[in-house]
């Protein structure tokens, strides 16, 4: 007699409770926190395609368009509580619609589809509005950044390189060169909404179908641009993800090194940048501080911003072209945490630079203590005194060392350490005065000779603001029309429907 091994009974018809708990009910969750309205609208769109090609009756169609009505006004998603009667939240709705007007008509909605293609469908709606609603605060961002390089195109600060000053050049043209990075960015998420904003929807499991299904009739009523033509493609190519991820990523790793600039420029031994009240912290024991909380919290959010979607391209590593939950369920989950924390940096930033001012006094003493105007009196040794770049860079040197050991400053110390240094090695007197020599190594004069295309100097900043201006209009435009078609899709959607709940 063969005896049965217990442990390889069906024990229940439930799943086992372990799965149940660890992959299940988990992604159930998910689903009905993030993708309910993906669901419906999939369900719809569906369904009315199957009526205008002729695969399914108008009267069938019907009385699955009043269930499916009935089913979103009789089910609240936020009470249900996952029980293992049914896999997951698709296969809840199909046991409703069963229920309520039986299993021939109710599987019919299911014809010429599959979870595979459901699901890339929903992640890809998921992920089509949270794009748009960064991109939101994005714009917001660098309207603010626009506005605030043009309020201060002609404020003086210290520029550094390697940690320390090397330039003078002004506020305005320091926000414009992350004014272009994010413009880069915001292009890149462009180009990732793009990708994503391709419908799977009929590829079914792998292959299409041999029903005569209309692919690009769903892309429009779901609001996509058209079908993702290949079908292996729509279920393994899982670039929707890592495009937009990719972005992500790239965004906040180039905001993050903004963010550290402007905590270097807060401390106090440089001082160049003023943190309002508003937008400071005191400390609880020490009365002297102000401390500017909000950067701290704008470098953390950004890495961990960073992290999670850095996270998500690390699960997409190594994994197969095909079908997977690898990049399923939990995955987008974890990725929807990427946009929540990169939406408090977009809004946190964009009030920070709004409020933000230079310290003038400070910008001043900086500049005199480092002599870093002193390129310019090499470049106009050049110009003016016809030497070579390398004497009048020796000469210009030789100045700088005295004026900095003695702590003075150029405009009022460097004259006599400059007419010796000259004499020493052009063997001759400059032609260039006192007057002219403090004109030479004023910051003022170095931004206002710096006149090239993308100096610092007003011509070249003023073309620079207006472009930007309309790259911002640009993408705002872009955005309104990406959101008029969404609203006409989703109007076109619904009359539809209801048409065919006429039908029932």
């Keep these: 007699?063969?005896?049965?091994?217990?442990?390889?009974?069906?024990?229940?018809?439930?799943?086992?409770?372990?799965?149940?708990?660890?992959?299940?009910?988990?992604?159930?969750?998910?689903?009905?926190t993030h993708h309910v309205d993906g669901f419906r609208r999939i369900d719809r769109a569906h369904l009315v395609m199957l009526v205008e090609t002729g695969i399914l009756d108008r009267e069938q169609a019907g009385k699955i368009a009043t269930a499916l009505e009935a089913i979103d006004r009789d089910i609240d998603p936020e009470k249900l509580v996952y029980t293992g009667e049914v896999e997951d939240f698709f296969f809840l709705i199909e046991k409703?619609?069963?229920?309520?007007?039986?299993?021939?008509?109710?599987?019919?909605?299911?014809?010429?589809?599959?979870?595979?293609?459901?699901?890339?469908?929903?992640?890809?709606?998921?992920?089509?509005?949270?794009?748009?609603?960064?991109?939101?605060?994005?714009?917001?961002?660098?309207?603010?950044?626009?506005?605030?390089?043009?309020?201060?195109?002609?404020?003086?600060?210290?520029?550094?390189?390697?940690?320390?000053?090397?330039?003078?050049?002004?506020?305005?043209?320091?926000?414009?060169?992350?004014?272009?990075?994010?413009?880069?960015?915001?292009?890149?998420?462009?180009?990732?909404?793009?990708?994503?904003?391709?419908?799977?929807?009929?590829?079914?499991?792998?292959?299409?179908?041999?029903?005569?299904?209309?692919?690009?009739?769903?892309?429009?009523?779901?609001?996509?641009?058209?079908?993702?033509?290949?079908?292996?493609?729509?279920i393994a190519a899982v670039d929707y993800t890592t495009s937009t991820y990719s972005a992500i990523e790239l965004m906040f790793l180039h905001l993050g090194r903004l963010i550290q600039d402007l905590q270097f420029w807060t401390s106090f031994e440089v001082g160049q940048i003023y943190v309002p009240n508003a937008l400071v912290q005191i400390s609880s024991i020490m009365p002297q501080k102000r401390n500017p909380v909000p950067i701290e919290h704008m470098r953390h959010l950004a890495s961990q911003t960073f992290g999670r979607a850095r996270t998500v391209l690390d699960v997409m590593h190594n994994t197969p072209f095909t079908d997977m939950n690898d990049?399923?369920?939990?995955?987008?989950?974890?990725?929807?945490?990427?946009?929540?924390?990169?939406?408090?940096?977009?809004?946190?930033?964009?009030?920070?630079?709004?409020?933000?001012?230079?310290?003038?006094?400070?910008?001043?003493?900086?500049?005199?203590?480092?002599?870093?105007?002193?390129?310019?009196?090499?470049?106009?040794?050049?110009?003016?005194?016809?030497?070579?770049?390398?004497?009048?860079?020796?000469?210009?040197?030789?100045?700088?060392?005295?004026?900095?050991?003695?702590?003075?400053?150029?405009?009022?110390?460097?004259?006599?350490?400059?007419?010796?240094?000259?004499?020493?090695?052009?063997?001759?007197?400059?032609?260039?005065?006192?007057?002219?020599?403090?004109?030479?190594v004023s910051p003022e004069h170095f931004v206002a000779v710096r006149a090239r295309f993308g100096g610092p100097a007003p011509a070249p900043m003023a073309d620079a603001l207006a472009a930007y201006q309309e790259k911002a209009a640009a993408f705002a435009r872009q955005a309104q029309e990406n959101a008029a078609r969404e609203a006409a899709a989703a109007e076109e959607l619904q009359t539809r429907f209801t048409t065919l709940m006429g039908a029932a």
């Design 327 to 440: 990049s399923e369920g939990e995955t987008q989950g974890v990725g929807y945490e990427a946009f929540h924390s990169a939406g408090r940096v977009l809004d946190l930033l964009a009030a920070f630079v709004a409020q933000i001012s230079i310290d003038p006094e400070r910008v001043a003493e900086n500049i005199r203590r480092s002599c870093i105007t002193i390129t310019e009196l090499a470049d106009s040794l050049v110009r003016r005194e016809g030497l070579s770049f390398r004497q009048a860079h020796e000469i210009a040197a030789t100045v700088a060392r005295e004026v900095v050991a003695k702590g003075g400053g150029l405009s009022d110390d460097g004259y006599e350490p400059f007419l010796a240094a000259f004499q020493e090695l052009a063997g001759r007197k400059p032609g260039i005065d006192k007057a002219q020599f403090a004109e030479i």
């Design 96 to 234: 409703e619609l069963k229920a309520r007007i039986g299993v021939d008509i109710a599987g019919r909605l299911h014809t010429a589809r599959s979870r595979n293609d459901i699901d890339h469908t929903l992640f890809k709606l998921g992920l089509k509005e949270r794009i748009d609603a960064l991109m939101v605060k994005a714009r917001k961002l660098l309207d603010a950044m626009i506005a605030t390089a043009d309020w201060e195109k002609e404020t003086l600060i210290v520029a550094y390189t390697h940690g320390q000053p090397a330039q003078p050049t002004t506020f305005g043209h320091y926000l414009s060169a992350a004014i272009e990075v994010l413009i880069r960015d915001i292009e890149r998420f462009a180009e990732a909404r793009e990708i994503v904003n391709l419908s799977p929807m009929g590829a079914a499991a792998i292959t299409t179908s041999g029903f005569p299904i209309d692919r690009a009739r769903v892309a429009e009523l779901l609001g996509f641009a058209a079908p993702l033509r290949n079908s292996y493609s729509c």
């Design 1 to 32: 007699m063969t005896e049965t091994n217990p442990r390889l009974a069906d024990r229940s018809v439930f799943p086992d409770p372990v799965y149940k708990e660890t992959v299940l009910k988990p992604l159930f969750d998910g689903a009905k």
